[in-house]
């Protein structure tokens, strides 16, 4: 147990302090969503019944983007071989990475959708709708993430392979999200099924991420 | 001929080439029955004669998820098994199934313009077979993306089992969300809704295509082995310039 703390530890901290820390993935989150009025219109209204969509899609594509950090700078520098051999099964290790990775990088995204609400001229409970799927979907988000991310260790460009194997991926998430969203804005469905859903989808992803990533890891080294 | 001799590539290539004119032929009187009977069947009421793209529409979609079937028990060869020839046939086949889903996607897309109204909808059986279609390119990225075959084999398997889960969404799409794509009129629990006179042309179609898969895959496979004994030799021959 102390082993796996102190890999989050660790992981936490090379995530705050390095390459922009973990504020840069909120500020490419606030560069999303500035663009879209540019792009659709500054109509209040289009935007807030677009709101949850660009506030889903900025999170989406912003962790996306810090993905590779999950894994790419271990292997840089071997610690990546270290922790597979080491006595805690590889699975566990991952899970914590990838842990650590969504307090370091999702939460802070989380924290920032109330500000981003108001840009977008959502009222306090579509923000709160928002906020909540993205705090059950963005675990599954970085957990799925992780498996692209593990199979793309090795490869030495292989950023844009990573979205293209990871995005078919989350796009359940980002369908029910959007999904549980709107139904808490004033929709005829329910909010409690998608929202189901959701969270099903990350408990999932919670067992077969780490397993999928162990695996390519693993494979991967030798 | 026990599965452990097909794991020697050189008796598979002898096997392969044995087998592959029979096939070949097989498949051959398979499309000629299958379309033969396809021109032959009667109009549908509603329909007219646009009905008929479904024997040719409804075939690739079955194909596209059964490749992924067969690349996923392939992918367990690979992973579990140490199968030599498992990653041969995992790569070989998806290409063939990426076109597949292709075709199913773009003879669906034609069919839904007189039918539907529109070329494209984003309803539930269509969106999860066109994810299918991006895994499929993005698998054969995979494939290309690491150099030593064995190593991408081993990536590959592990996103060809996580992409398996698609298979069940795609395949039960229709029951669990209202879609404009019509609901299962063949494999369904209490039999099939189909008329006999459509359903024997299309299950014959099915059969047909099932050959020309394993024809293709077969073949390919044989030219698989053969890309890398290339590679082998080209590695050889630069290693020995340089010593």
Same mark, same amino acid.
């Given at each position: 147990m102390t082993a796996l703390g102190a890999l989050i530890r660790r992981d936490i901290k090379i995530a705050l302090r390095v390459g922009g820390g973990a504020l840069i993935g909120v500020l490419f989150f606030l560069t999303v969503v500035v663009l879209m009025p540019f792009a659709v219109g500054p109509d209040l209204k289009l935007l807030a019944r677009l709101g949850p969509a660009i506030l889903w899609l900025g999170a989406l594509l912003a962790s996306l983007l810090t993905l590779d950090r999950l894994f790419l700078a271990d292997h840089d520098d071997g610690s990546l071989d270290l922790i597979?051999?080491?006595?805690?099964?590889?699975?566990?290790?991952?899970?914590?990475?990838?842990?650590?990775?969504? +307090?370091? %990088?999702? !939460?802070? @995204?989380?924290?920032?959708? #109330? =500000? $981003?609400?108001?840009?977008?001229?959502?009222?306090?409970? /579509?923000?709160a709708a928002v906020a909540l799927t993205l705090l059950a979907g963005t675990p599954a988000l970085t957990f799925t993430g992780m498996i692209g991310a593990a199979l793309a260790v090795t490869l030495h460009?292989?950023?844009? +392979?990573? %979205?293209? !194997?990871? @995005?078919?991926?989350?796009? #359940? =998430? $980002?369908?029910?999200?959007?999904?549980?969203?709107?139904? /808490?804005?004033?929709?005829?469905?329910?909010?409690?099924?998608?929202?189901?859903?959701?969270?099903?989808?990350?408990?999932?992803?919670?067992?077969?991420?780490?397993?999928?990533?162990?695996?390519?890891?693993?494979?991967?080294?030798? | 001929?026990?599965?452990?001799?097909?794991?020697?590539?050189?008796?598979?290539?002898?096997?392969?080439?044995?087998?592959?004119?029979?096939?070949?032929?097989?498949?051959?009187?398979?499309?000629?029955?299958?379309?033969?009977?396809?021109?032959?069947?009667?109009?549908?009421?509603?329909?007219?004669?646009?009905?008929?793209?479904?024997?040719?529409?409804?075939?690739?979609?079955?194909?596209?998820?059964?490749?992924?079937?067969?690349?996923?028990?392939?992918?367990l060869g690979t992973l579990v098994w140490r199968h030599p020839l498992a990653d041969v046939a995992a790569k070989a086949a998806a290409p063939i199934g990426a076109a597949f889903t292709f075709l199913a996607l773009v003879t669906g897309s034609l069919w839904g313009r007189p039918m539907w109204g529109t070329y494209w909808e984003w309803d539930a059986r269509l969106t999860s077979v066109l994810i299918l279609f991006l895994m499929y390119l993005g698998l054969m990225a995979l494939w290309r993306a690491v150099e030593d075959p064995s190593r991408a084999a081993r990536a590959a398997a592990v996103l060809t089992l996580?992409?398996?889960?698609?298979?069940?969404?795609?395949?039960?799409?229709?029951?669990?969300?209202?879609?404009?794509?019509?609901?299962?009129?063949?494999?369904?629990?209490?039999?099939?809704?189909?008329?006999?006179?459509?359903?024997?042309?299309?299950?014959?179609?099915?059969?047909?295509?099932?050959?020309?898969?394993?024809?293709?895959?077969?073949?390919?496979?044989?030219?698989?082995?053969?890309?890398?004994?290339?590679?082998?030799?080209?590695?050889?021959?630069?290693?020995q310039k340089a010593a």
């Open positions: 597979a051999m080491a006595r805690t099964p590889l699975e566990f290790s991952c899970a914590a990475k990838a842990l650590a990775h969504w +307090l370091a %990088a999702g !939460l802070p @995204l989380i924290v920032a959708t #109330p =500000v $981003l609400g108001l840009l977008l001229n959502l009222d306090l409970q /579509a923000t460009r292989g950023g844009l +392979l990573l %979205a293209v !194997l990871v @995005l078919p991926l989350s796009i #359940p =998430v $980002l369908i029910f999200g959007v999904a549980a969203s709107d139904a /808490a804005i004033g929709g005829p469905q329910s909010f409690g099924a998608p929202f189901a859903i959701l969270c099903a989808l990350s408990l999932v992803s919670l067992v077969v991420g780490p397993l999928a990533a162990a695996a390519s890891i693993r494979h991967g080294l030798d | 001929m026990t599965p452990t001799d097909l794991a020697n590539p050189s008796k598979f290539l002898a096997l392969a080439a044995r087998v592959l004119p029979w096939l070949a032929a097989l498949t051959a009187v398979l499309l000629a029955i299958g379309l033969y009977q396809s021109a032959t069947a009667p109009d549908d009421y509603q329909q007219g004669a646009t009905v008929k793209i479904m024997f040719i529409h409804v075939p690739n979609a079955w194909l596209s998820m059964f490749v992924w079937a067969v690349m996923s028990v392939a992918a996580v992409g398996a889960i698609n298979l069940p969404i795609i395949k039960f799409s229709v029951d669990w969300w209202n879609t404009l794509h019509q609901p299962a009129s063949v494999f369904r629990a209490g039999g099939s809704t189909l008329d006999r006179a459509f359903l024997v042309p299309l299950l014959v179609m099915g059969l047909a295509f099932t050959f020309l898969f394993v024809t293709l895959h077969l073949a390919a496979m044989r030219n698989e082995i053969l890309r890398r004994r290339v590679r082998s030799l080209q590695m050889m021959q630069a290693s």
